[in-house]
């Protein structure tokens, strides 16, 4: 029996499931081996599993990918023997973020839980860094693996290896036959132009070397096994419904199972289900026409949700699941050739099954909801994409070019022309007009439109949860074939008040405080921005915890403080309304204000607790009531808050904290203010409230 490689992957946005894919389709080309791909929470049974691969994201503050953290789990009880996994060879990817303080976190967690478990590594696992580039990483770690991994497979047909583990070969880059068709032949409907004439996307870029055909290194072609079987209009397909602002079509919420496009996801909050349509109450613009990026507020009505809704607490989100921009869908419908009202069942041969966030053969749904809902075609295509666009190149550059762009060789080429501009699939057909791909081919490689989070504002209001959002612009530039706002942003603002939005809860469970350190303190929250939001969630908390127990002293809170920027107050000042009721209310005493854009003429007119600049001048600012927080009398007690973007803005913060502490902290006689190892005093102490759960940080790229 061949020997079997186990591709497994941790993924939270989609990237590392489709570097696994691109594996899992390279490894096919091995002869006399098995390849099984699935997720991490798939493969919990390690024990007859030798030949290993994982790919493996963080989420949030180093958090397991929802399809990852059973994983962790398993690799965490304790009742496990030193030597469990002794029988195990594997090699891991990890991908990351760097303006992120927990780095790597998640899979540098399960390689230390392997190896503890007696599992050896046969390449050193690579952590790939977002703020930077992916490919930069990704490519080089892939140039090594193969000799490694063709040095095991020797390995192991020399010493007759047996592998018993079930086989689930779901990528398979193999020729499939379709039911009383014969082979598939994927030239067929190709008009091949071979002329070289005429410039093809790629040729003007600098310092770039294309390799030559002979030399490419390409994965093989995905297989070809969805069809697209129209589904008779008296069936009751005509109801279908393809309106993008409507998220309660039938078609699409079912029962929130496997194959829906809403389906509840291991994260959320409570049990499974479907996820719940909440009307939208209210989508309010916070800020004014000339503010560079315009800010609104969304209002949803949760109360029917269930439970889960009333155990949301501060900290935790809301995910939004969102639809496509509506003119992207058409014109990608229209440069695909097919009528997106349409309305099909998708059927798949050759034992074959869809990927589960698209719809099963038994839910008949249209050309331009599987476009809208169900996929993802803003995200840059995958390798194994790009493969089967190629395929349908009928320019012989063009196809050449495409061969090259998911070849092993041209990391470099691929991050500078696509993955770092962020090219859709949109643009990639118009960069290559020859192209002229099935949609039947293209849909189990595109991957699941993912559901986005947004911080809860407020607390304890279910028939009224705020969110905020600040809008997103792309401009049609760096090979992108036409301006674009973000995904959810841009959806977001085209519905209209009484909507119908699928969502459902996320606990942070990172970004959670007692209710003792809620209540008795001290806190600092950090929150420039839209980072405001979850800050002004922790203070609800608080204001109403003070409307509860009313005037008796002895339920005053300890103190709070919250310093917030924006660019100016007369921009985009989003949070001006609940700030000041809660500074009235006395859910926080001191509140300090930032403002980066200020003309100089509105700088006399400053309040005393307002500034131009950022909230790391209000740290240096106040470094004595910083200290007096950190390392004062409550110093074992105080709770430091940072929410906000990550590019760069938690760092500094960061860096800010630790110079307003220095001055005073030798003066501390304090064990956990002294030195370990390197870095400062100031260093030591910030890194050991992280530790005890007294630093918290939410912040994304």
Same mark, same amino acid.
């Given at each position: 029996m061949p020997a079997t490689w186990h591709i497994l992957y941790g993924s939270q946005t989609g990237q590392a499931q489709a570097i696994a894919e691109d594996i899992a389709s390279?490894?096919?080309?091995?002869?006399?081996?098995?390849?099984?791909?699935?997720?991490?929470?798939?493969?919990?049974?390690?024990?007859?599993?030798?030949?290993?691969?994982?790919?493996?994201?963080?989420?949030?503050?180093?958090?397991?990918?929802?399809?990852?953290?059973?994983?962790?789990?398993?690799?965490?009880?304790?009742?496990?023997?030193?030597?469990?996994?002794?029988?195990?060879?594997?090699?891991?990817?990890?991908?990351?973020?760097?303006?992120?303080?927990?780095?790597?976190?998640?899979?540098?967690?399960?390689?230390?839980?392997?190896?503890?478990?007696?599992?050896?590594?046969?390449?050193?696992?690579?952590?790939?860094?977002?703020?930077?580039?992916?490919? $930069?990483? /990704?490519? &080089?770690?892939?140039? +090594?693996?193969?000799?490694? #991994? *063709?040095?095991?497979?020797?390995?192991? !047909? @020399? =010493?007759?290896?047996?592998?018993?583990?079930?086989?689930?070969?779901?990528?398979?880059?193999?020729?499939?036959?379709?039911?009383?068709?014969?082979?598939?032949?994927?030239?067929?409907?190709?008009?091949?132009?071979?002329?070289?004439?005429?410039?093809?996307?790629?040729?003007?870029?600098?310092?770039?070397?294309?390799?030559?055909?002979?030399? $490419?290194? /390409?994965? &093989?072609?995905?297989? +070809?096994?969805?069809?697209? #079987? *129209?589904?008779?209009?008296?069936?009751? !397909? @005509? =109801?279908?419904?393809?309106?993008?602002?409507?998220?309660?079509?039938?078609?699409?919420?079912?029962?929130?199972?496997?194959?829906?496009?809403?389906?509840?996801?291991?994260?959320?909050?409570?049990?499974?289900?479907?996820?719940?349509?909440?009307?939208?109450?209210?989508?309010?613009?916070?800020?004014?026409?000339?503010?560079?990026?315009r800010i609104w507020r969304v209002s949803l009505d949760v109360s029917g949700a269930g439970a889960w809704a009333h155990s949301l607490a501060p900290g935790d989100a809301i995910s939004l699941c969102p639809a496509n921009c509506p003119q992207e869908v058409d014109d990608l419908l229209h440069r695909l050739g097919v009528d997106g009202r349409r309305v099909v069942r998708l059927v798949c041969s050759g034992g074959k099954k869809a990927p589960d966030h698209l719809p099963p053969a038994d839910r008949p749904v249209t050309l331009a909801s599987l476009l809208l809902r169900y996929v993802d075609i803003r995200q840059p295509p995958s390798n194994l994409l790009r493969r089967v666009l190629a395929e349908y190149a009928g320019n012989r550059r063009e196809r050449l070019r495409l061969r090259q762009l998911c070849a092993r060789q041209t990391s470099e080429a691929k991050t500078r022309l696509l993955l770092g501009p962020r090219l859709s699939l949109l643009d990639l057909l118009r960069h290559f007009p020859s192209c002229r791909p099935p949609l039947d081919h293209l849909l189990p490689y595109l991957p699941r439109l993912q559901a986005r989070p947004y911080s809860l504002a407020n607390y304890g209001s279910p028939s009224s949860v705020k969110l905020y959002f600040s809008e997103v612009y792309i401009p049609a530039e760096s090979g992108r074939t036409a301006s674009r706002e973000g995904v959810a942003t841009g959806w977001l603002r085209r519905l209209s008040p009484g909507a119908r939005i699928p969502v459902y809860g996320r606990e942070n469970r990172n970004f959670r405080l007692t209710e003792s350190q809620m209540t008795d303190g001290p806190l600092l929250l950090i929150g420039p921005g839209t980072g405001c939001a979850p800050l002004c969630a922790f203070l609800d908390w608080r204001r109403q915890r003070l409307l509860?127990?009313?005037?008796?002293?002895?339920?005053?809170?300890?103190?709070?403080?919250?310093?917030?920027?924006?660019?100016?107050?007369?921009?985009?000042?989003?949070?001006?309304?609940?700030?000041?009721?809660?500074?009235?209310?006395?859910?926080?005493?001191?509140?300090?204000?930032?403002?980066?854009?200020?003309?100089?003429?509105?700088?006399?007119?400053?309040?005393?607790?307002?500034?131009?600049?950022?909230?790391?001048?209000w740290i240096a600012t106040e470094a004595a009531e910083i200290r007096r927080l950190l390392l004062g009398e409550h110093k074992s007690t105080c709770c430091v808050l940072v929410c906000g973007d990550a590019t760069g803005m938690a760092k500094d913060v960061l860096a800010a904290l630790e110079a307003a502490l220095t001055p005073g902290i030798d003066k501390v006689d304090d064990s956990s203010t002294k030195k370990s190892g390197g870095g400062s005093a100031a260093a030591h102490l910030l890194a050991r409230m992280r530790i005890e759960g007294r630093y918290k940080e939410d912040v994304w790229s």
């Amino acid at each position: 029996m061949p020997a079997t490689w186990h591709i497994l992957y941790g993924s939270q946005t989609g990237q590392a499931q489709a570097i696994a894919e691109d594996i899992a389709s390279e490894l096919q080309t091995r002869p006399k081996i098995r390849v099984e791909l699935r997720t991490c929470n798939e493969q919990l049974d390690l024990a007859t599993v030798r030949r290993l691969i994982i790919v493996c994201s963080s989420t949030g503050d180093g958090d397991a990918p929802d399809n990852a953290a059973k994983f962790v789990r398993l690799l965490s009880r304790s009742d496990l023997p030193a030597d469990a996994y002794s029988h195990i060879r594997f090699s891991l990817l990890g991908l990351g973020d760097t303006n992120y303080t927990s780095f790597g976190k998640c899979p540098q967690t399960i390689e230390t839980k392997l190896k503890s478990l007696g599992a050896e590594l046969f390449l050193p696992t690579a952590l790939a860094d977002d703020a930077v580039g992916l490919e $930069l990483t /990704v490519g &080089p770690f892939l140039e +090594r693996l193969w000799p490694a #991994v *063709d040095a095991l497979i020797a390995a192991d !047909a @020399a =010493s007759d290896v047996k592998d018993d583990a079930k086989i689930v070969d779901n990528m398979a880059g193999i020729s499939l036959t379709g039911a009383g068709s014969g082979a598939l032949d994927i030239n067929a409907d190709i008009g091949c132009d071979n002329s070289d004439d005429g410039p093809v996307f790629g040729d003007d870029l600098e310092g770039v070397a294309w390799p030559d055909e002979a030399s $490419l290194a /390409v994965p &093989p072609l995905p297989a +070809r096994y969805l069809s697209l #079987v *129209d589904h008779p209009a008296d069936d009751g !397909a @005509a =109801s279908v419904t393809v309106d993008a602002a409507d998220a309660a079509d039938s078609e699409l919420c079912g029962d929130g199972g496997a194959g829906g496009a809403f389906g509840r996801p291991p994260g959320a909050i409570g049990g499974g289900g479907a996820t719940y349509l909440a009307p939208l109450l209210a989508l309010d613009e916070l800020s004014s026409s000339a503010a560079p990026k315009r800010i609104w507020r969304v209002s949803l009505d949760v109360s029917g949700a269930g439970a889960w809704a009333h155990s949301l607490a501060p900290g935790d989100a809301i995910s939004l699941c969102p639809a496509n921009c509506p003119q992207e869908v058409d014109d990608l419908l229209h440069r695909l050739g097919v009528d997106g009202r349409r309305v099909v069942r998708l059927v798949c041969s050759g034992g074959k099954k869809a990927p589960d966030h698209l719809p099963p053969a038994d839910r008949p749904v249209t050309l331009a909801s599987l476009l809208l809902r169900y996929v993802d075609i803003r995200q840059p295509p995958s390798n194994l994409l790009r493969r089967v666009l190629a395929e349908y190149a009928g320019n012989r550059r063009e196809r050449l070019r495409l061969r090259q762009l998911c070849a092993r060789q041209t990391s470099e080429a691929k991050t500078r022309l696509l993955l770092g501009p962020r090219l859709s699939l949109l643009d990639l057909l118009r960069h290559f007009p020859s192209c002229r791909p099935p949609l039947d081919h293209l849909l189990p490689y595109l991957p699941r439109l993912q559901a986005r989070p947004y911080s809860l504002a407020n607390y304890g209001s279910p028939s009224s949860v705020k969110l905020y959002f600040s809008e997103v612009y792309i401009p049609a530039e760096s090979g992108r074939t036409a301006s674009r706002e973000g995904v959810a942003t841009g959806w977001l603002r085209r519905l209209s008040p009484g909507a119908r939005i699928p969502v459902y809860g996320r606990e942070n469970r990172n970004f959670r405080l007692t209710e003792s350190q809620m209540t008795d303190g001290p806190l600092l929250l950090i929150g420039p921005g839209t980072g405001c939001a979850p800050l002004c969630a922790f203070l609800d908390w608080r204001r109403q915890r003070l409307l509860e127990n009313g005037d008796a002293k002895e339920q005053q809170l300890g103190e709070a403080w919250l310093l917030h920027g924006c660019r100016r107050p007369d921009w985009d000042f989003a949070f001006r309304e609940p700030i000041e009721v809660l500074k009235d209310s006395g859910a926080v005493q001191q509140v300090r204000l930032a403002f980066s854009r200020l003309d100089e003429s509105q700088i006399p007119k400053l309040a005393s607790n307002q500034c131009r600049g950022y909230v790391t001048n209000w740290i240096a600012t106040e470094a004595a009531e910083i200290r007096r927080l950190l390392l004062g009398e409550h110093k074992s007690t105080c709770c430091v808050l940072v929410c906000g973007d990550a590019t760069g803005m938690a760092k500094d913060v960061l860096a800010a904290l630790e110079a307003a502490l220095t001055p005073g902290i030798d003066k501390v006689d304090d064990s956990s203010t002294k030195k370990s190892g390197g870095g400062s005093a100031a260093a030591h102490l910030l890194a050991r409230m992280r530790i005890e759960g007294r630093y918290k940080e939410d912040v994304w790229s």
